[in-house]
């Protein structure tokens, strides 16, 4: 009977010690919700002017760039705010630890809220000293019945952001206060906690757009990458991947080169995924090699995020794509009305098979080079396309010194009446 009232008391212990290490930090002695406290002191009105004397204003959330950036529209004005008073770590370069983190909470805040407000020190909307965002404290009102909050402060207070009180004359005393107590409790960028939104292997976490940006640099590093995105097509011993980048609003791609007998059940179309690879040059252009998929628990593996997530394809015109820059390279494109006027097939090698197609939009001479098609096992042969006219999606690739587009699957055919 002793031995069982011993087990009993460990097990209460154990379920003790995990409840108090369960309870959250807003729990404990003499914490305070400075955010709850802080009110938005003035009644907002259609009339007030963020760009005018106002300095105040409703807003409709664009999009989320990162945990201290965001698009809004404002007084029928579409503006890039950075926001006052903090500075979260980075998320959309060379990721930083609880970078993602921040702009996750950023993005679920402002996304569910019902009400935006705008705000800037007093007058009207300021640059910052990029000239290209406008510093702006961001109110959100979570529900109908709910007070709004100040996210600047919420950020600093969740230890999701370092404070720059200087710049946010407005808070200033509440942005200290919230820091010091975010460093009395160690939380987040202030402790030693876990981030699990972050990789702590050995390779840069970066974005494909940091990798393009930056590939001289990473090629002379002989660096290894991490990095999230979105497979798209794969097409033998490649993968096409992509990523948005908010900042820019624009699609950033790269190619994987998976090497012969790769596998892995994570690899497959509109999967989101964190991929740990080597940055590398292949006739010209930048590409990711030595991916890993393991049954072993190394931080190396590719990671799955999420399935049937969106493959953004951008509609580009014939003249766009004779165009293209570096950055567009590996881009998944639409480009409708091609007009096929000539066909020629590889005879001979690995590609025999792969047909180049030539067409005019318009004015324009585009060419359109696939891989080896097959419909239903059978060989796709030049009569598929002779004398059609087709929209197409597919990658932009360059050739001989020439914009093309790549096609790697019939599906991405449509025949125009």
């Known amino acids: 009977m002793k031995k069982i009232r011993n087990i009993l008391l460990i097990l209460c212990s154990i379920l003790a010690l995990g409840f108090f290490a369960s309870c959250k930090k807003e729990e404990e002695p003499g914490y305070v919700d400075y955010v709850e406290q802080t009110k938005l002191n003035i009644n907002v009105t259609a009339s007030h002017k963020f760009f005018g004397e106002d300095g105040i204003a409703f807003a409709t959330l664009v999009r989320c760039v990162d945990g201290d950036t965001a698009v809004f529209i404002a007084n029928d004005t579409e503006f890039t705010a950075r926001f006052l008073g903090v500075d979260t770590p980075e998320s959309t370069g060379q990721v930083e630890k609880w970078g993602k983190t921040a702009s996750k909470f950023t993005a679920e805040k402002l996304t569910k809220a019902v009400s935006l407000v705008v705000q800037t020190n007093g007058g009207a ?6 000239g290209n965002r406008y510093l702006t404290y961001i109110w959100y009102k979570p529900s109908a019945d709910a007070d709004y909050r100040l996210i ?20 200033k005393e509440v942005l200290i206060a919230a820091q010091n107590q975010a460093m009395q409790q160690k939380l987040r960028i202030f402790g030693d906690d876990i981030d699990e939104n972050f990789y702590y292997g050995d390779a840069k976490q970066v974005t494909i757009k940091y990798i393009l940006e930056n590939s001289d640099t990473l090629l002379a590093e ?3 990458v991490r990095f999230e995105a979105t497979v798209v097509r794969k097409d033998g011993l490649y993968i096409y ?10 699609v950033y791609s790269i190619l994987l080169y998976t090497g012969y007998n790769f596998e892995s059940k994570k690899m497959v179309v509109a999967n989101r995924v964190s991929i740990c690879g080597n940055i590398q040059e292949y006739e010209g252009n930048i590409q990711i090699s030595g991916l890993r998929d393991t049954a072993s628990k190394n931080p190396d593996n590719i990671q799955f995020i999420e399935k049937d997530y969106e493959i953004k394809t951008t509609s580009i015109t014939a003249e766009e794509l004779i165009n293209a820059t570096s950055l567009m390279e590996r881009m998944f494109v639409k480009l409708e009305n091609v007009k096929v006027t000539s066909l020629w097939t590889t005879k001979e090698g690995s590609s025999a098979g792969a047909i180049t197609i030539t067409g005019q939009v318009d004015d324009k001479t585009v060419t359109i080079r696939t891989t080896v098609l097959r419909v239903n096992y059978e060989l796709v042969t ?4 002779d004398g059609k006219t087709i929209t197409v999606m597919g990658f932009i690739e360059t050739y001989n010194g020439a914009k093309q587009i790549k ?5 991405d055919v449509a025949f125009v009446e």
């Open 241 to 250: 991947v992509q990523d948005y980048d908010a900042e820019t609003d624009k």
């Open 125 to 130: 909307a300021q640059l910052d000293t990029t």
């Open 382 to 385: 030049e009569d598929y396309f």
């Open 222 to 224: 002989n660096a290894k």
């Open 152 to 171: 600047n402060l919420e950020l600093v207070q969740e230890g999701l952001s370092y404070g720059k009180s200087e710049t946010a004359p407005l808070y």
């Open 407 to 411: 096609l790697v699957s019939v599906d």
